[in-house]
């Protein structure tokens, strides 16, 4: 299964030491001008090599534009697109190839299809997510249009994190560090703890928080198809994902009901609600509020440390990862979350106006 | 959209006020002999009334198939059945026909349809939930056949949690308490903060965990069919569920990646690991071990204090319930989480085999 | 699989002497006022002992709605109907428990599913259509409401066929005859073949013309949703249809491109094309002429005449029906016909105004 | 809408003057060794130029695979592949920038969509197929392996047609006429036709007749996901069909029940039926006996016979074409055929394995 949307439908595809990863979009609107320096923008942020936090593997990651596009604007026809591969190191990974490697899909992979490119991860790297920032920055034109914009940061980093979450005062200072978190002293904290974890050759974890802002009433089908259904199915895609809450999540488990209900309120003639621990949706639709969710990300799996494994035979292999991986995956998984979260509400988008 | 699953495609209807409600099943094997009396078991647990924690609504629920069924035994056709909806006292819901309840589908429904069964909550009452429940129960006998068992309780409510969630002695306790908690003391907890809750007419939320046992290895499909991302999209149409989590969840954001890390292991000639910080599930294939979940479920909209509100014009109202409602919902959705998990791991099943 | 449409989503299910059949309507928009009195007359054109060429089974096909549907009005929530079975000679059916009749889906069913409800043909009865009929009538008021008229009739019945097809003068005409031809002279001879092939115990075909009016340009989608191909699918759906022709279609093998082409032109402001050889869909996409198709229908393979076939175990059996048939099933399926077109054209309605 | 397929699901992608065509296959069972000769001979059995009677045009339709491939063998991930488009003349379309060439797409496209890519027919053109035949020589490769071949070839060009349709007796003879006809007499008078009709600058159709050999009892779902209805569908894709008959189709309408039901007998232990007017399904499913289909094709809409037609404005413009076309696509329509029977009868195999 790898495509993702109804209207917006979006098809991944590619290895990270195959010919290319790439993808298909199927459903985009005909006549959206396309802003290509604006798609260029957000794999950069995506890209590893970007700062001294993230892997130094160097991928350019030119895509290349195939098909759906039409003097500069979408036709309705499919958008295809690849990104070649350069840069693989392959034989770094020749000694991996019958050794499953500890909370990777290694061993997943193997025993499903019995076979598996175990170059850099084939399948079930984290490279294939470029191609969906592709897509993103795509629906995000499309969402922007609309008036809706999705912002996403980082929270927390092991356990500092963001005192209050979700009042955003300055969205411009979360690109200015390379953790990505708006809030200078935490990002200090941050960087800080995630070098030192890097020393160690160790990895860590955290949140990362995503807003949507400016979803219009309606969006989100009610039962099997709640908004809050396809943004969590769209974030358990992303490798590392363990967790997901939207408005009051699992943060206020001590509170009552008379707390959380947001009562509803008559702001000049716009019927809207006083608080938001809704998180925007309810009944599965949104209300016109701001949408607001977290995800818990678990540390990067390859570590430098010695760990005990075993491979194909079972027999005990000790493992120790060499080459080039990002002892903290969050940074660069913030456009992969603004990504997921924009081709679902895109899709949502497109849904509700039928 | 109202349906859910691929090869076991479960689709659900009816609305709490109107003649019925009911479910069509697509997809389930032929020559599977039914266990009625497991199925009505499992409505009773879900049912109204089944101990003073519970709204004191009388709601017989019982199923009628229809459909699909020759002679006790499944025949490949689709399964249709209906519950009759009886004991509505629709009249108190009349003051209800133009207000927007606090936390409720109200509006967005309003917002989105234009029109809405206000009975009651129509589409959007938690009574659909009984048809997801006789689906389940059909889930939950293809599985045990395949050794595959679901568990779920309730593992915390307000603050009062188990401590050591997921280590289960004996799942046999969590029947013997109204509040479906495995822990004696724990329960008792729990059961004496509800009725506290109840006596202010407040309502109050918790968590309830989910475990699946003895799920083989290679259900889940990568990148957009995840298993995890399954579990979510399911658990996240239940009504009041604000989070999820598996594996190390948000609850390991401190360690690092040597401290999550399942190494694998060859436990005589058995390929396994070690620990299962992974919750069962890698590169979104199940990989043989327990797959656990945990849900953050907010508490009842519905309470019985005064709370302020508009109706449709815009204008305040004051509004408390009257009626018969739960002060708590997690007893009774520990049967429908199960049910989704069932749902899920079926389809998932049969999604596999091809 | 027992769902067709994407935005339109119908659910058939039950068998024709199980408890009851039926189906659900998933996407009707909200706020149709629905003409009931409307679907019971769909359903009496359907209905068997209509007239001395039809079965003589009495089947009173009472639809009883169970949800969707408040205070008169669709809600946007799924549609739910049954049709109880009555007049059920089910012990009529006892000695074909392990035979397979000539050309019925009986040998098929048990092959593939290894069980099936032998009576009266179970699921693949063409009771089943009953519940696409109400469907239809659905989608058929919907689509009035656009100014889009769906028309079907028999145009040939064994070798008697109309003269000219799809040159409708007065679509009234096609109700005034039990045979459900726009042609009176054609009709009586229809009949009276109908009725020599009734006294003979055999059965005989024919085709069905379909015309639908009034549907706008932009209905279908290219390559893999092409409208044509939705049709072909939808009327593929029903029974004994063996073959599906739209605009020039198997009639014009003689004729050359340049015999064929419809050239567009400027009608008084409007772009239409001079001839329709198209059959009102260029590309897969509705150009805004008529679209009109024809069905070939093979005759009933339940005839009164002796016929040798095998049982489970391979022994040889004679075959002989006796009960309630038709000889002639075009009359009846002329509005199930008009179901299905009704159904596709309103999914492809509402999935163009994405 | 450019997907098809369930299990077996083909992407289709790209323009006829883009940068490339292109497709992406996912739910290839993992583990196939894929024969890339046999590929590429498919293709060139689609290939422009190929011979006197279709277009000169000179495309090399080298298809490159980007992914899902790995040391030859399928791994279960999707197989995307491309066809760079090169030879184009696109200067050779500038005048049909705002011309509706009769009966082809351009129209539909241009209200749809508000934008086309009108060089060669952009989306709509026939170049499209070439990464079908793609998808279906993998299909084909799959389906040998289980014992199923299937055998298109040309039955009837204008008024010349087969005299006995499904009675091979050599498949041998296909390829050895340039209009892919297995009988050499009716082949040369076919060749004769289609070259006077080329002289003329006119176009002719016909049919093409596709048998499905070996293939299983039980492929096919019931109701709405029919065998019959899923071969219609994917021939209903390719540009030109007008019409799809299968076993007694229209071409038996005189005969009756008693003459066209197939009676089951057992032949040394096996339960088959003596004739097959069912065309190798029954009640949807596939009943063990060959499945035999027939397509009528319409003549090439572009002629290089003057017409009349108009512009976006609605002004009137005469037409005619130059460039490099087919008088009769029938020859080169062969292989498309073939691959959509082999894309349709994978994925009914992969269904019914669930």
């Known amino acids: 299964m790898n495509s993702i949307g109804q209207c917006f439908r979006f098809t991944s595809f590619g290895e990270s030491h195959g010919t290319a990863i790439g993808g298909v979009i ?14 260029t923008a957000e794999l950069r942020r995506r890209r590893p090599g970007q700062s001294s936090l993230t892997t130094q593997r160097k991928e350019t990651d030119e895509v290349e534009f195939l098909s759906g596009i039409f003097e ?12 070649r591969n350069q840069n693989q190191h392959s034989a770094d990974y020749e000694h991996l190839r019958n050794v499953f490697r ?22 079930s790297s984290a490279r294939e997510t470029a191609a969906r920032v592709v897509a993103g920055a795509i629906a995000k034109q499309f969402l922007r249009a609309k008036g809706i ?5 980082t929270s927390q980093i092991g356990e500092i994190a963001l005192e209050q979450d979700f009042v955003l005062t300055d969205t411009a200072l979360i690109e200015q560090n390379p953790v990505r978190c708006p809030d200078k002293d935490k990002a200090r904290q941050m960087i800080e703890l995630i070098e030192n974890v890097q020393r ?12 949507m802002k400016g979803v219009p009433v309606g969006l989100g089908e009610p039962i099997f198809g709640k908004l809050q259904a396809m943004l969590a199915y769209a974030m358990f895609s992303i490798n590392a994902v363990k967790g997901f809450e939207y408005g ?4 206020f488990l001590h509170a009552k009901g008379s707390e959380l209900n947001d009562p509803f309120c008559n702001e000049q003639g716009k019927i809207t609600t006083k608080t938001n621990y809704s998180g925007g949706i309810q009944g599965g639709i949104s209300n016109g509020r701001e949408i607001y969710c977290r995800l818990a990300i678990k540390p990067t799996a390859t570590i430098f440390k010695e760990q005990q494994t075993v491979d194909k035979a079972g027999h005990e292999v000790l493992l120790k990862a060499h080459g080039r991986h990002d002892p903290c995956i969050l940074p660069r998984a913030v456009p992969v979350v603004e990504a997921m979260a924009a081709i679902t509400l895109m899709d949502a988008f497109l849904l509700s106006e039928k």
């Open 26 to 39: 199927d459903g985009c609107p005909a006549g959206m001008l396309l802003d290509m320096e604006q798609i």
């Open 72 to 83: 500069g604007k979408t036709t309705g026809t499919p958008i295809a697109f690849i990104i």
């Open 102 to 123: 500890p909370s990777h899909a290694d061993y997943t992979y193997e025993m499903k299809y019995g076979i598996r490119d175990y170059r850099g991860g084939g399948r």
């Open 149 to 153: 914009e999705i912002i996403a940061y």
């Open 248 to 251: 009051s999540g699992f943060r």
């Open 200 to 211: 160690e050759g160790d990895s860590i974890g955290g949140t990362i928080t995503c807003v």
